[in-house]
């Protein structure tokens, strides 16, 4: 691998990686000019994270790392923490299920930065505390374009602390809260952000409980485009696409 001028990407996704460390430190160091690394699936320990930690915080071409469903202990949510702060390039990091809650500093450290542009946080049980630390991020305006927060058990009344948030943030592109728990009463808030936002490309809410005759039909009218006035027709956000799909998935 060290040799191959033409690999940029590596998928060992559910490779069985996990307590494989040798195996695992000879792949890495054969990654010289790596840009894109995918570990998911891999139930590592904290030995392995501290080997991708090492990797990580040496390596200069890396822009994208997956490490859904590895097996996280506070120990190697740190060490990954430093690694990150040393990194010079990475831009997009998936921790979806990790079991981060964003109740330690050092979790908040990891994953709410002014460096990473697309942060994978889904299926994490981040619930109203998580929610209040990310608007508190979000209010910052880092250079975050792509957030997902599927499935990550946040309650509708933390609908109002990310609603104003997005009213303020003018670098978010894409942002995920499809299946939390958020029902018609969130629908003002996020209602009246899509309207004094103007850089959101995709807003996804599927799989919450809001209503078909109801907060859905609001939270179109009223933030894509409010047919009252032409004025209000002009303040209507015409960018955004909104997904309110009651669907499985």
């Keep these: 691998m060290a040799k191959h001028k033409g690999l940029f990407f590596v998928d060992?996704?559910?490779?069985?990686?996990?307590?494989?460390?040798?195996?695992?430190?000879?792949?890495?160091?054969?990654c010289k000019k790596?840009?894109?690394?995918?570990?998911?699936?891999?139930?590592?320990?904290?030995?392995?994270?501290?080997i991708i930690a090492k990797f990580l915080s040496t390596h200069k071409t890396i822009t994208i790392l997956n490490l859904e469903e590895g097996g996280f202990d506070d120990e190697s949510f740190a060490s990954l923490n430093?690694?990150?702060?040393?990194?010079?390039?990475?831009?997009?990091?998936?921790?979806?299920s990790t079991k981060i809650t964003l109740s330690t500093s050092i979790q908040r450290s990891l994953v709410l930065?002014?460096?990473?542009?697309?942060?994978d946080l889904s299926r994490n049980s981040l619930g109203a505390n998580g929610a209040k630390y990310i608007a508190k991020h979000l209010k910052k305006n880092p250079p975050l374009s792509i957030l997902?927060?599927?499935?990550?058990?946040?309650?509708?009344?933390?609908?109002?602390?990310?609603?104003n948030a997005l009213k303020r943030n003018t670098n978010l592109a894409h942002l995920d809260l499809n299946w939390n728990n958020f029902n018609d009463r969130?629908?003002?808030?996020?209602?009246?952000?899509?309207?004094?936002?103007?850089?959101?490309?995709?807003?996804?809410?599927?799989g919450n409980n809001i209503k078909v005759k109801s907060g859905r039909k609001d939270l179109?009218?009223?933030?894509?485009?409010?047919?009252?006035?032409?004025?209000?027709?002009?303040?209507?956000?015409?960018?955004?696409?909104?997904?309110?799909?009651n669907g499985k998935n």
């Design 12 to 30: 060992l996704s559910s490779c069985g990686l996990g307590g494989n460390d040798e195996i695992l430190s000879v792949i890495l160091k054969g």
């Design 34 to 50: 790596l840009n894109g690394l995918d570990l998911s699936g891999n139930e590592f320990g904290s030995k392995s994270l501290s």
């Design 82 to 96: 430093r690694a990150v702060e040393k990194n010079k390039t990475l831009a997009e990091l998936s921790l979806a």
């Design 113 to 119: 930065n002014d460096k990473l542009l697309h942060i």
């Design 148 to 163: 997902s927060l599927r499935r990550c058990s946040l309650p509708n009344k933390s609908a109002e602390g990310l609603g």
């Design 186 to 206: 969130s629908v003002p808030f996020f209602a009246d952000a899509l309207r004094n936002n103007s850089t959101l490309l995709s807003f996804h809410m599927s």
């Design 220 to 245: 179109i009218q009223l933030a894509l485009c409010d047919p009252t006035s032409l004025q209000s027709i002009a303040e209507s956000n015409h960018t955004c696409l909104v997904t309110l799909n």
